[in-house]
């Protein structure tokens, strides 16, 4: 049998692309935080760039910064060509942020920058260090009860599969905080930029006026 | 998915447009100039282009910002979001065809980064072209679109010049409708396009769809006083409410005298986007209708006039009715 069999009749992955057999584990890890990639399960896309781990040119962009992440500061090492949608998935853990196209052209990473929505997968993330980032994740109260769009969301059954929902949370909390008591077509217009495969939009625009109607002034995410 | 994360490349940030120049000079055909990115991150992330150093244009806070001038006019910061356009009330009480136009770019979130340099200098949308096929604009000796199977029906009626691919900015109507001048900084210094001007055809350099050349920076798009306050209409149509490019669009500025029921068109400026490789001036129209009364019948006889000499492809025939439709309902409507 070949000599990387464990008894259990299959090979174990082999990881040469990235470290030699004699490396151990804490020595692997090291090795990928060093060369800019992340060791989470879809960190492959960031190491297959090309990206040395050296410092860039003299001039272009400091690699390690902190990010204002739903309140809290997080120190991240993020490469010159590193979306905010690869940033807070596989660098920062918060995958409640998807990823549908990558293009900017289904709005399920929509996130907030300064209160603004925005596609975090067409934003370098060194184009938003300065700013404040609010994720799905940064939406609930400190004791984990819902934002109301979130309670809402579920009262009126918005989501069916769930996967553009984040997106549309984001879309829908940044209108009723510029605009509390929005009309229908409003909320239509605010979540235009949010598609939805499983044709749920009739049960997202309920839900938005249902949060809106609650009456609640909603705290600035 | 792995096609998805952009090639490698150096990031520069600079806070003045003195740097981003140097920064472009030094760099050459290897530097890019990014805007609010939602252009270029597509050629990246299909790894079609790929520039090894990439000059962040949005910290220059001198590029931002809508002023209103001395001498009447207003002037817009080339890295001015497209929703701050949407909703500045400069630009709203004095020339509302830029702001409808602007509301009607692509996306709530792509409005909120977009900026109005990077919509009026933004690359043809030809599929072909965006696939990455070795075509007449990507510097090859081919069109793909120009064919009778390519599946043309977004391209031009006119101006085919080996490329059939159009202007696909909504704005860039509007700001010829307004006869807007566009400050350009380069190696030479400053020097001031008018926006008729800014846009090139293939016939001059089928690689371009503007005057923009590589350590060129758009940095302002000035509108004239002349305008302010006119008679406006701007309409587009796409497949799609929202995302999609335009099929057609249209922008008209008018100076209008008479009472209401009986007013007369005195003065008439008239841009159709997205059927020629340019915002297209409808220079025919603006001759008819000039001096005429602003009624049905005027507006029917331009739209005849607007379409006249159209040459369409093999699936872009239903943009002379619709663009003969636009033209009528722009006089007739203002």
Redesign the interface.
Known sequence: MADNTTGRGYPEPRFDSFVSKATSRRQFIKGVIFSGAAVSGGG???S?????GQQ??A???ERLLTLSVNGQMRPVDV???E?LA?TLRYKLGLTGTK?GC????C?AC?VLVDG????SC???T??VRGRAITTIEGLEGPNGELHVVQQAMIDELGPQCGFCTPGQIM?AVALLNEKPKPTRDEVR??L??NLCRCGAYDHYLNAVMRAAETGERVSQA | ??R??????????PDTVEGAVE?LGRFGAEGWA?AG??DS??W??DRVKRPKY?V?L?GIAALKGVRETADGGVEIGALTTL?EIERSSVIQNRYKVLAEAARRV?????R??GTIGGNVSQDARCWYYRYGVDCYRAGGNTCYADTPEGQNREHCLWGADRCVAVSPSDTAPALVALDATMVVVGPGGQREVKAEEFFIGPNIDIERMTVLEDGDVLTAIKLPAEWSGARFYFEKVADR???DFPLVNIAAAMKVSGAAGAETVDQIRIVAGAVQCVPRRLTVVEEVVRGQAKTADTASLAGQSAVRGATPLNFNHFKIPLLQNLVMRAIRDA
């Open positions: 492959y896309l960031l297959i760039a090309g990206c040395s860039g040119s001039g272009g962009v490469l010159p060509n979306t690869m990823l990558d293009r900017g052209e709005g929509t603004v929505t925005n596609y067409s934003t370098l060194h184009a879309s217009h605010a235009s930029g | 998915m792995s998805d994360m952009m090639s490698a490349f150096e990031l520069y940030q920064l990014l990115g939602n991150f597509d990246f992330k990439v962040d949005g929703t692509a996306s709530p979130q792509i909120n980064s409410n929202t995302w």
